[in-house]
């Protein structure tokens, strides 16, 4: 007996026609018929359930795209903006197929960047003590924030979390103390970040002004091994609280 | 619109426009796979962040062979949820606390089904105009093709021709697509 013919089993499939008897006999004994009269059937029902989706769906609000390209920015200035570290590493990001993997790459980039940001501070004679009450918290990791591409030239500065840990009468807690210099004063306000270069999550932990020193409570439960790059932004009174994607500082933490 | 056959090339070389089409074909498929899997707008638009920034730092490994870009981005947006419904621990429960109180919709469908969905529904949206019409007649408005050929105009041999054309193309999609998230292999009919 003859398969059934595709556009019957078509038909079939789509529930408009019946299987008449000598059909009904050869699906039931041909393994090719069958299997493919199933699988159209699945298929239809999933398109039955189409209606409304694909491209008729609700896009997600503005700020997440804001999130990826600020996210995205940052992959991109920090293999960018620093050699690669070594010739093989170089050779590995050019071949696909031996890509050690995002994380890795990342990270080293970052930390690359870091000791870059962190050695410059220190020629510059950037990094100057600090007016801190006696005895100074004990600084958990700081790091040297530079300009990116929003900011003018001079702008940079530093920060440093402070472990509130031992302190007489335990007051105070984490703290990150920012010092900027060269932010331009401008209508809106800037906001400062930490943000998990991982996955691209960021917290905003507080507001400051320009040209001044700014101690920021950290909640107690934020893990800096992750939420590790310091992003200063500029922002604008539009009473969106995402980050605007404009950054003008960044730092990666190290202990 | 569809985005053309080349994107997943280009997001794989790097070509940052191909991040931003990704994203305005696909995030919010992304987003309402993410939200219907963890019911909650927050997080499902972090999920979709994640997502679209894990696809770009991790581009090198996406392979067009395997199967499309967005059952791809698909797939990354769905181990971001379970990281998250995992690292969500408490208010996981707080959440599935709500959902209890909630009426619940017993035909609610799993992530595998919402993916077929959205991949199935991506793939229609790539057939020939005329395909497409007489496609989406049969699916959502439940017409006979001799209904079809009547609202159409088109003979009754180009309507079954269309069926079985779309079909078949939707079909294939959905068995290298889903082959992809390993559920099923391609050609196979889907357990369960």
């Known amino acids: 007996m003859p398969h059934v013919e595709p556009d019957r089993l078509v038909l079939l499939a789509l529930g408009e026609a019946v299987t008449d008897e000598s059909e009904r006999t050869h699906v039931d004994h041909c393994p090719a018929c069958q299997a493919d009269l199933t699988s159209l059937r699945e298929v239809v029902g999933i398109g039955r359930e189409t209606q409304g989706l694909a491209h008729r769906l609700p896009p997600p609000p503005p700020r997440v795209w804001r999130q990826v390209a600020t996210a995205v920015e940052a992959d991109t200035r920090s293999t960018a903006a620093v050699p690669p570290p070594t010739r093989s590493y170089a050779g590995r990001r050019g071949r696909p197929q031996a890509y ?34 006696a005895p ?44 900027l210099t060269g932010l331009p004063l401008r209508p809106g306000y800037y906001e400062v970040w930490l943000i998990n ?59 | 619109m569809a ?38 707008v927050a997080d499902a638009e972090d999920v979709t962040q994640a997502t679209y920034v894990a696809a770009w730092l991790g581009r090198d ?29 408490r208010q996981d429960r707080v959440a599935e606390a709500v959902r209890q109180i909630l009426p619940a919709d017993a035909a609610e469908p ?5 993916v077929d969905r959205l991949v199935v529904a991506d793939e229609l ?23 079809i050929a009547a609202v ?20 294939q999609r959905w068995e290298v697509d889903g082959a992809t998230r390993g559920a099923r292999p391609a050609g196979a009919p889907r357990p369960g």
């Open chain 1, 197 to 255: 270069p991982d996955d691209g999550r960021m917290i905003s932990v507080g507001t400051v002004g320009t040209g001044t020193d700014a101690l920021l409570p950290l909640p107690a439960t934020v893990d800096l091994r992750e939420y590790r790059v310091v992003d200063v932004s500029a922002e604008e009174y539009d009473g969106e609280p995402a980050h605007s994607g404009r950054s003008m500082l960044r730092g990666t933490l190290t202990s």
């Open chain 1, 100 to 133: 050690p993997g995002w994380a890795g790459a990342w990270r080293t980039a970052l930390v690359a960047v870091a000791a870059a940001a962190v050695g410059v501070a220190a020629t510059l004679g950037v990094v100057r003590a600090l007016d801190q009450p």
């Open chain 2, 110 to 114: 799993g992530p595998d089904r919402i």
């Open chain 2, 61 to 89: 490994t996406y392979d067009p062979d395997r199967g499309s870009l967005l059952a791809w981005l698909l797939g990354i947006a769905r181990r971001k949820v379970v990281d998250r419904l995992r690292e969500g621990g």
């Open chain 2, 3 to 40: 985005p053309d056959d080349q994107l997943g090339d280009r997001f794989r070389s790097g070509e940052e426009a191909a991040l931003r089409e990704a994203y305005d074909h696909y995030a919010r498929m992304v987003l309402h796979l993410a939200r219907a899997s963890l019911g909650n």
């Open chain 2, 152 to 171: 159409t105009r088109l003979p009754l041999g180009t309507v079954k021709s269309h069926l079985r054309r779309g079909l078949a193309q939707l079909r």
């Open chain 1, 136 to 179: 100074q918290p004990p600084v958990a990791a700081s790091a040297a924030l530079a300009a990116m591409a929003g900011a003018p030239g001079g702008a940079r500065g530093e920060a440093r979390v402070l472990s509130g840990a031992g302190e007489v009468g335990g007051a105070g807690g984490t703290q990150l103390h920012l010092h």
């Open chain 2, 125 to 147: 949206g790539r057939l020939p105009g005329e395909q497409r019409r007489v496609i989406e007649l049969a699916f959502y408005d439940d017409l006979t093709h001799q209904q």
